[in-house]
């Protein structure tokens, strides 16, 4: 999940461009009021621009797919790998009744789910606390459990790792809308100051949850620091916690596990960052599904380790099943996680690790689990079809 998560969502509310913004087709332009306020236009007008800007800086930031070139396509094939292209059962919970949202109402959405808002705020940009999980603060006590048991638990230098949260009504506060447009994808400020109270007024009221619905923060992100802030020098290691990604797992029952496993699948990409495992030599489908399967197992390992989480095979299997069906058939999308099934093999795999460790208990180093998970890779990502 540290690439997208969110992105199934916009697709099943059919929040698209061309239902915003003029366009030749008869549907698209019949979504578009007959006459919009200046402002409105002007926003609507401003939207392929801010969009084209958008891709570019969540590309090199790594928050966003990014269509590649027909040549890297072999890198994964297709046809040869289960897939379902069903919608998971946890972003079915949190997708919210669109039928009566005005024409405003959508283009807000539409920014805060294209431009990732509330997730590029808590990625980069300055926080302060105290922090709360959860929209209500619910999962505070066991996302800051198990932050401090994963610093614990892998060996690496994790000091400088800032958690914090993503929450949907920050946006409800124009200022901080506006940085993130200005700040972190330098749009023009005349337009992001127009979007950016758009976003605000929109977003308060209750058909848009006052900010807080799952929909604005189904994600979680782990940034790796370094990278240059317009202002503010350089951004922090950090991970960012949506509240609609807790909030979406807990309607469909894993409130107890979900937590835990999506914040040790994130600080497993800090475990990346830390020892240099990533592949940027391979294409780039493969060398997501490399970082993402990599970051499963660490999870796993963790998750059912005596000395980690200590959770039973089954309550963490259960989660997988449905986590993994946001591990996509993407195939040919830079963010690629593996398929349904490589991921759960991963999963599997790192338990029966940690199951059949020796002496019992015992922690292996993140680069000696590393060796062993890169010696099991080739079988992790067998081809698995059955047609």
Request: aromatic share 10%.
């Amino acid at each position: 999940m540290r690439k997208r998560l969110i992105w199934p969502v916009v697709a099943a509310l059919g929040l698209t461009f061309g239902l915003v913004a003029p366009s030749p087709s008869a549907s698209a332009a019949d979504a578009v009021p007959q006459k919009l306020s200046p402002q409105i236009q002007q926003i609507v007008d401003n939207l392929p621009a801010l969009r084209e800007r958008a891709e570019a800086v969540k590309a090199k930031l790594g928050v966003e797919d990014n269509p590649i070139q027909d040549a890297v396509l072999d890198a994964i094939d297709p046809t040869q790998y289960e897939c379902s292209d069903a919608t998971p059962p946890v972003v079915a919970a949190i997708m919210p009744d669109v039928t009566n949202w005005t024409f405003e109402q959508r283009l807000a959405v539409l920014h805060v789910l294209l431009f990732n808002m509330a997730l590029m705020d808590a990625a980069y940009l300055p926080q302060t606390g105290p922090f709360t999980y959860g929209a209500r603060g619910e999962f505070s006590n066991q996302v800051n459990r198990t932050i401090r048991d994963l610093k614990r638990f892998w060996d690496i230098p994790s000091g400088d790792v800032e958690l914090v949260p993503a929450h949907g009504r920050a946006m409800l506060d124009p200022e901080v809308n506006y940085r993130v447009f200005t700040v972190l994808y330098g749009f023009d400020p005349a337009a992001s100051r127009i979007s950016a109270d758009l976003v605000a007024h929109e977003l308060n009221s209750p058909a848009l949850g006052y900010g807080d619905l799952p929909i604005f923060t189904f994600n979680a992100y782990a940034a790796p620091g370094g990278e240059d802030v317009p202002g503010l020098g350089k951004s922090p290691r950090r991970i960012a916690f949506g509240d609609g990604v807790l909030e979406g797992f807990a309607r469909v029952g894993l409130g107890d596990v979900a937590p835990q496993a999506i914040l040790a699948h994130e600080f497993g990409h800090q475990v990346q960052y830390s020892d240099g495992l990533m592949r940027p030599d391979l294409p780039g489908p493969e060398a997501s599904r490399w970082a993402e399967l990599m970051a499963d197992a660490f999870s796993a390992y963790f998750l059912t380790h005596a000395r980690g989480a200590a959770m039973q095979w089954k309550r963490v299997q259960a989660f997988g099943q449905m986590f993994y069906q946001l591990g996509d058939c993407g195939f040919a999308a830079d963010g690629h996680h593996g398929t349904p099934n490589q991921r759960m093999r991963s999963a599997l795999w790192a338990y029966s690790v940690a199951d059949s460790a020796r002496p019992q208990g015992h922690i292996l180093p993140a680069l000696d689990f590393f060796g062993l998970f890169a010696a099991q890779y080739p079988q992790l990502v067998a081809p698995d079809a059955t047609s």
